[in-house]
């Protein structure tokens, strides 16, 4: 069973985005897995949490938590008094930051590096935050745990990590929720998505700097503004803070159609992301890529990048393109104009995505839990 984990979820934010679907994931396997876990959250997701690991410790923080400077004080005073009344014996803090006075071993997931080595793709308030987190969890975290050896590997390069405590444990993927969609999923997303029998190349993420979107959508806008019937270029996700999104597509050419809906339902991602002729991701680079992963488990082509994690999700299973827009247009182009290669990739991809399992991510962060127990 291992030593009783305090999982403090309290920093998933209420669209669960990456670092909810990490949590989310891993709290189930764990609970699976029959672990010795508390968990402390969010007062929106207790219910969620005890449904999802009904035998486990599952608490609410104060509601005032709900805003980041009050969770970020909170984790400081609050988060050890929860690890000491429910009898921890390590910690796990999910998202960089941890607490420094905690009577338990933490360990600390840190998702990747590019705070240090992309600075331009994230906000200046945000990258100066997380560096510090960063610096302050590789000093003082008893274990460092990270998604990709490439990730690990970076940490060690910028950081001077200790490569001997940090543990990388692959995220798995949601089957469930990502998984080859039916005649109906796809049809039903067309309809919300007012596609009707156009087809469309897909993407899913934050539109963000680092996500790489203004070049996905000049090189998409390349690759087919010639073609008589053009795919369209769905952009679903987060609006996030990129500028040059707007910019991208005030260029397109006006025949051409770009569709932004914004978040999309849980249920609706099979259907949107199975139902995309290709899905492309040209990320400048990831922790891990989990919208890949995902893609692929619904049986989608994907274009992605081969930076960082990406070649390490992907394997042989994706196409890869570099992130520069005449790249991309090359790129997609050749895999628009061959569907047999589309399908080869498609079914390749589910292959691949099949070995990565939350379960097996879930027992290397135990793995992770009982070392930092045993080190103390």
């Known amino acids: 069973m291992g030593p009783r984990v305090l999982v403090d979820a309290t920093s998933v934010p209420a669209d669960r985005g990456g670092v909810g679907r990490y949590v989310d994931g891993l709290v189930a396997a764990l609970g699976a897995a029959g672990a010795d876990m508390a968990l402390v959250c969010q007062r ?8 999802m690991a009904p035998h486990a410790t599952v608490l609410s923080g104060p ?10 004080a909170w984790e400081q005073t609050g988060l050890p008094l929860v690890a000491e009344q429910v009898n921890a014996a390590v910690i796990h803090s999910p998202h960089y930051t941890m607490p420094l006075r905690a009577a338990q071993p ?10 240090f080595t992309e600075p331009d793709m994230h906000t200046a308030v945000k990258g100066t935050f997380f560096r510090s987190a960063m610096r302050t969890a590789v000093r ?3 274990r460092i745990i990270v998604p990709s050896k490439a990730t690990r590997d970076e940490l060690v390069r910028v950081l001077d990590a200790e490569s001997t405590t940090t543990d990388v444990a692959y995220h798995g993927v949601d089957t469930s929720t990502f998984h080859p969609p039916t005649a109906e999923d796809k049809q039903r997303v067309r309809r919300r998505l007012g596609l009707g029998d156009s087809r469309y190349v897909a993407f899913l993420g934050m539109l963000e700097p680092r ?17 008589d019937e053009p795919p369209a270029l769905v952009l679903a996700g987060g609006s996030g803070w990129d500028d040059d999104v707007d910019a991208a597509v005030a260029s397109v050419p006006s025949h051409l159609r770009v569709i932004r809906p914004g978040y999309l339902r849980f249920s609706d991602l099979p259907g949107y992301l199975g139902g995309a002729t290709l899905v492309a991701y040209p990320s400048h680079g990831e922790g891990f890529g989990l919208p890949v992963l995902e893609a692929m488990a619904c049986a989608a082509p994907v274009l992605t990048t081969p930076r ?3 070649p390490e999700v992907g394997g042989d299973a994706v196409a890869y393109t570099q992130p520069d827009a005449d790249s991309i247009a090359r790129e997609m182009g050749t895999l628009l104009d061959d569907a047999d290669r589309r399908d ?3 079914q390749a991809g589910l292959a691949r995505a099949r070995e990565f399992t939350w379960a ?3 027992e290397a962060h135990l793995a992770s839990y009982a070392r930092a127990v045993a080190e103390r």
């Open 360 to 362: 097996a991510s879930a």
């Open 140 to 142: 003082r975290a008893a």
């Open 106 to 115: 933490v360990c600390v997931t840190i998702h990747d590096v590019t705070f």
């Open 44 to 51: 929106s997701d207790e219910e969620r949490y005890s449904r």
């Open 211 to 227: 996500k790489n979107v203004p070049n996905l959508i000049r090189g998409w806008a390349e690759a087919v503004h010639w073609r």
């Open 344 to 346: 080869a990739l498609g």
């Open 308 to 310: 960082l994690s990406l």
């Open 63 to 72: 509601a005032a938590i709900a805003h980041r400077p009050a969770r970020l």
